[in-house]
């Protein structure tokens, strides 16, 4: 059989109804002759993988289509890829399997392939977006980032002369506009249009919307959303083989080429209709660390200054920049995280404690979003586990919970390693060190058993469970060097601060604490609480400190001694406390003070969250503040009738004392 002219190519994953009906509107309104199509499909095992296999083979005996399974990675880019190796044509149409082609596209393309000289035929080509309205369209990327992705929809317009220009809006909410550049250069001048409505108002000056006419010449173009592109397969030059998932592709591909010497051209013919819209969103891996992790590869191959993509993600969209840091110290070994969406796995067990078994789950990745499904107090944590050990290989953990395991593996276990290692000089097999989880369990559940076999085969990074079963009533008394700890034994202030003095020296980086918001300010039984442990142990090892808290299902605390992880602005989420953890500071004083006079706070009255932002507040603020208070103070004497009594330069005179109090205290050591 004589090799084809043009393979029409696309990936898939998981969209048999966009590849049905692109693939079928190729064949019924373009000409397919001389060409050959392929669907190569990320997701084959899935209902929609299978429905799709079912199609193509079922049309393959009158048509030249191939149907190809592809698993070894997921995502965009190497599925893109593996479509140039597979393709018989010499030259390769790649689209999106939810793009439409305007009619007679796939004829004129052919036709202007095959009368393009040698060096034109090198070039990447592409076509104008045409919106669902049918009457505009985006003739190319602006490579700006914007919304986590570089690349901004773009039109360009034909001025009267015949020159192109893109227009944007100015600060001043008119149009302005530069000449229409591959690499967006030049300088902006500003007009009088004003921009709501300037699509008009540049067509009365004579302005027209390049591309719109399929009969204008191809044109220049700095990059285009890759739903749609061509290239000969001879000269192709190829994605980053350390493209992983989604992002990073568009505008890296088009500086490639030009890098190469060649052109990025939009085909005013090849016009082409995007399916934007979908139920329930994109079903492959989509995530920003994935996105960003892609950027820094292809900024790197290409010899760019990465400092866009920084000041986005880190600047703009608030990714930490230790994070940031993470990724961009060895994007290639880097493997991002991907949060569970719609939990798959189903309960069809009962452990021996009465808990939702997952007995049905393939992997860890699927135990940690069976447990999502079925939440007890740690589940809404699971996002601290995973950022908290992204750059750690041991982890030890003292619990009485089943989850934190189940959610420790599942991080630990989706890192690649962090050598220096790449696909040059070694294979990346050989710097897989394995992470390792040192479990003290109180909860003999039978998950546990579940979890060890799942590490017996699990496809990650390698991994080792060691569990001891313990009755943690005393404190476990040696625990191996690590890099993360996670706590959640014996809620008294006195066992945690027993348990941070005696762990925190084998603990390289960060001590993750439960029940800290619940908690916090008294034991369980009574006593000084964990905020009181924390703070003492802060106090007397200042390279420790709080790195994040968050309140959330009873409480979690982070500490580091990582100086990365330092945040720009203290974190002390206890109020102020004395040495016996005691809440101490200016409203404390004051309920002490009234009372003397026989004024005593009601369990529910306001006036004890009134007094806890007093003491949180500090005493510049009370200070401050002090009508404010006397105002409070005002108001509850009226709710028990005793408004005729309040004599405001009295009451004043208290509280001074009182916050008079709080700052000698303060200055002495005796609250903080």
């Keep these: 059989m004589t090799k084809p002219f043009l393979t029409v190519a696309m990936a ?47 049309i393959a005996h009158n048509e030249r289509i191939r149907y190809i399974p592809f698993t070894e990675s997921k995502g965009t880019t190497q599925t893109r890829e ?35 000289d040698p060096e034109m035929q090198k070039n990447l080509f592409t076509g104008p977006l045409l919106y669902d309205g049918m009457n ?132 005013p013919f090849l016009k082409w209709v995007h399916r934007f819209g979908r139920v329930g969103g994109p079903k492959y891996p989509l995530t920003m660390e994935g996105k960003v992790r892609n950027y820094i590869l292809g900024y790197r191959e290409l010899g760019l200054d990465p400092e866009p993509i920084r000041k986005h993600f880190v600047d703009e969209i608030k990714v930490p920049q230790q994070r940031y840091d ?164 014996r809620h008294t202030g006195e066992r945690l601060l027993t348990e941070l003095n005696l762990y925190s020296p084998m603990i390289r980086k960060r001590i993750m604490v439960h029940d800290t918001a619940l908690y916090g300010l008294q034991a369980d039984g009574g006593g000084p609480g964990l905020w009181w442990a924390i703070r003492s142990f802060l106090l007397a090892n200042p390279e420790w400190f709080v790195a994040e808290h968050n309140d959330a299902q009873y409480g979690m605390t982070v500490l580091s001694r990582v100086p990365e992880d330092r945040p720009k602005d203290e974190t002390k989420p206890w109020p102020k406390m004395d040495k016996e953890g005691k809440p101490c500071g200016c409203g404390t004083n004051l309920k002490a003070m009234l009372k003397k006079i026989g004024i ?13 932002v007093m003491d949180l507040q500090g005493v510049q603020w009370n200070k401050d503040n002090i009508e404010t208070i006397l105002d409070w103070l005002n108001e509850e004497a009226t709710k028990r009738s005793l408004g005729s009594l309040f004599f405001r330069p009295a009451v004043k005179l208290v509280v001074q004392r009182a916050i008079a109090k709080a700052e000698k205290d303060e200055a002495n050591g005796l609250c903080g």
């Design 136 to 267: 505009y369209v985006a003739t190319h990327f602006e490579c700006l980032f914007r919304d986590q992705m570089e690349g901004a929809w773009a039109t360009a317009w034909k001025h009267p002369d015949g020159t192109l220009v893109v227009t944007s809006q100015s600060p001043q909410g008119t149009v302005q506009m530069r000449p229409l550049h591959p690499e967006g250069l030049g300088d902006w001048v500003a007009t009088d249009i004003s921009w709501p409505g300037h699509e008009k108002a540049l067509m009365d000056r004579g302005y027209k919307v390049a591309g719109m006419d399929s009969n204008d010449p191809p044109f220049e173009i700095p990059a285009q959303g890759l739903g749609l592109f061509c290239s000969s397969k001879e000269h192709w030059l190829g994605f980053n083989p350390d493209f992983r998932m989604f992002g990073g592709e568009e505008c890296y591909i088009h500086r490639k080429y030009r890098a190469a010497g060649r052109q990025a051209l939009c085909l």
């Design 12 to 58: 898939t994953y998981d969209d048999f109804d966009g590849v049905y009906f692109s693939i079928q509107a190729h064949r019924l309104l373009q000409d397919s002759s001389d060409c050959e199509f392929i669907v190569l499909d990320n997701n084959p095992d899935s209902e929609h993988g299978k429905t799709t296999r079912e199609f193509i083979q079922g």
């Design 326 to 489: 993470m990724i961009a110290a060895d994007p290639v070994n880097f493997t991002p995280y991907v949060a569970p969406k719609q939990p798959q796995v189903d309960a069809i067990g009962t452990s021996n404690l009465g808990h939702p078994l997952p007995v049905s789950a393939q992997n860890l990745g699927q135990v940690a979003e069976f447990l999502l499904k079925n939440p007890r107090d740690l589940d809404q944590h699971i996002n601290a586990f995973m950022r908290w050990t992204i750059d750690c290989d041991t982890a030890v953990e003292i619990t009485k919970r089943r989850e934190s395991t189940a959610f420790l593996l599942a991080a630990l276990g989706r890192k690649a390693c962090q050598g220096k290692c790449n696909r040059e000089s070694c294979d990346k097999s050989q710097c897989k060190q394995t992470a390792e989880l040192y479990s003290w369990q109180e909860e003999g559940d039978t998950l546990l058993g579940i979890l060890q076999e799942h590490v017996k085969i699990h496809e990650g990074r390698p991994l080792s469970y060691t569990v001891t079963m313990a009755d943690l009533t005393e404190p476990v008394q040696e625990i191996p060097e690590a890099d993360f700890l996670f706590l959640d034994t």
């Design 600 to 612: 005593q706070a009601t369990e529910n009255c306001s006036c004890n969250a009134r007094a806890k």
């Design 82 to 116: 593996r479509l140039f190796k597979e393709a018989e044509g010499q030259y390769v149409l790649v689209t999106d399997p939810h793009v439409l082609v305007q009619a007679n596209g796939l004829h004129r393309l052919k036709e202007f392939l095959r009368n393009s």
